[in-house]
């Protein structure tokens, strides 16, 4: 039972048992076999006991005092704990922790050293397929299974080829001239048919299609009223793209309510009507003119030239971001990366998901230094991981208010 207890405790608070908390398992798994005389029954309890425990259920960062104010350094087993779940999405496995144990996470070259392992097991794919959909808020999507998995699919085989099999540029996600597309997306995008039910890759040709902001599952974030929403999309492009704030609408503003216009129909009249309001118009004026960009593809990444059932409303697809206007996805991302604003934002959010936290005043020096770090390197994804994993804050963790 104690070997069982420091094992199965090790995995789940993620660092060895005290012999004080084995022997206080221990005696609670004694409680039930002394009554039923089955060694099960002992197990069922512990397992209950661990996995209610707080330190199973949150990750606990400690780690000891330093001689700087409010700052700590990790234990080992708290860096392998952070970098499993940055890398891998999950609890680390016993190399991980034998290693940590054995004092092998002790400086940033160890753990970058390891890092470089653990980003070559299929677990990093998991993980950065995931990350991208989380940022770029597809992660869940509004379609029946068969699609929602054929345009996760899509994407997740664009990430795979550009970050790790191919380890090319990461703007190359959204500079593709193709995609891995099957029957069913291609006729849902309106796009010549591959004769395939597998996703096999597709040149994008003439139609005006580049990178993952023309795919559905990009496209098909940010909808409302049952349509593509112009705000809606401006917002995600806003916040999740060029990782700027957008203040939320004033409270007396009835933001279920679609906004209309009583001489047309025409989605670019009716949400007009946001920037004719003086509550409304600051933001609405950030965020419409950039949604309006993407109004040619429908929120299954369809194209269409008018606006859905309402054949008269023609859409021009012209977008407006600060001055600059674009058509389509592909000018779109094309703008973003020619004003560095994908990068920026890339290492921003990277940042949080290693950290566990939006970054403060006195986490930009580091952000902008490996922003450039990332610019010098052509934008390899692979290196920013390990330069991230690589500095001396990432063995630290700081009081936060």
Not at 79 to 101: E, M
Not at 194 to 211: K, L, N, T
Not at 303 to 327: K, M, S, Y
Request: hydrophobic share 40%.
């Amino acid at each position: 039972m104690r070997s069982f207890i420091a094992s199965f405790g090790r995995r789940a608070f993620r660092r060895p048992l005290s012999d004080a908390e084995v022997d206080t398992y221990a005696a609670l798994a004694k409680l039930y076999t002394d009554q039923t005389s089955k060694f099960d029954e002992g197990v069922d309890v512990v397992l209950r006991a661990m996995l209610q425990a707080p330190e199973f259920v949150y990750r606990v960062e400690l780690g000891a005092a330093t001689d700087q104010p409010g700052v700590f350094r990790l234990s080992d087993h708290e860096v392998a704990t952070r970098l499993s779940y940055f890398l891998w999405g999950t609890t680390p496995d016993d190399p991980l922790l034998d290693l940590a144990g054995s004092g092998g996470l002790a400086t940033p070259a160890d753990v970058r050293a390891y890092a470089e392992k653990m980003l070559a097991d299929p677990r990093a794919r998991d993980r950065f397929d995931r990350f991208h959909a989380m940022w770029l808020g597809y992660f869940a999507l509004p379609h029946a299974a068969d699609l929602t998995t054929a345009m996760r699919v899509e994407t997740r085989l664009l990430i795979e080829q550009v970050l790790f099999d191919d380890k090319s540029s990461w703007y190359d996600l959204f500079t593709a001239t193709g995609s891995y597309l099957n029957d069913l997306l291609a006729t849902t995008y309106g796009l010549p048919l591959p004769g395939s039910a597998e996703h096999v890759w597709v040149d994008y040709g003439a139609s005006g299609r580049q990178g993952l902001l023309s795919q559905g599952s990009f496209l098909s974030v940010a909808g409302k009223f049952g349509d593509t929403s112009p705000t809606q999309r401006g917002k995600l492009i806003r916040t999740r793209l060029m990782c700027q704030i957008v203040p939320p609408p004033p409270p007396n503003v009835n933001v279920d309510d679609p906004p209309s216009n009583p001489n047309s129909n025409c989605k670019v009249d009716r949400y007009a009507a946001h920037r004719n309001d003086d509550a409304c118009s600051g933001c609405h004026a950030l965020m419409d003119p950039v949604g309006f960009g993407l109004e040619n593809y429908d929120q299954r990444g369809g194209f269409r030239l008018t606006d859905t059932n309402e054949p008269t409303c023609v859409i021009d697809g012209a977008g407006d971001v600060d001055g600059q206007i674009f058509h389509g996805p592909a000018e779109l991302a094309n703008m973003l990366i020619a004003a560095d604003t994908l990068d920026a934002c890339a290492v921003t959010q990277l940042y949080r998901l290693a950290m566990g936290h939006r970054e403060q005043n006195e986490d930009m020096p580091l952000i902008d230094a490996l922003r450039q770090e990332f610019v010098d390197d052509d934008h390899h994804f692979d290196q920013l991981v390990l330069a991230l994993v690589a500095q001396e804050s990432f063995l630290f963790r700081r009081d936060e208010p």
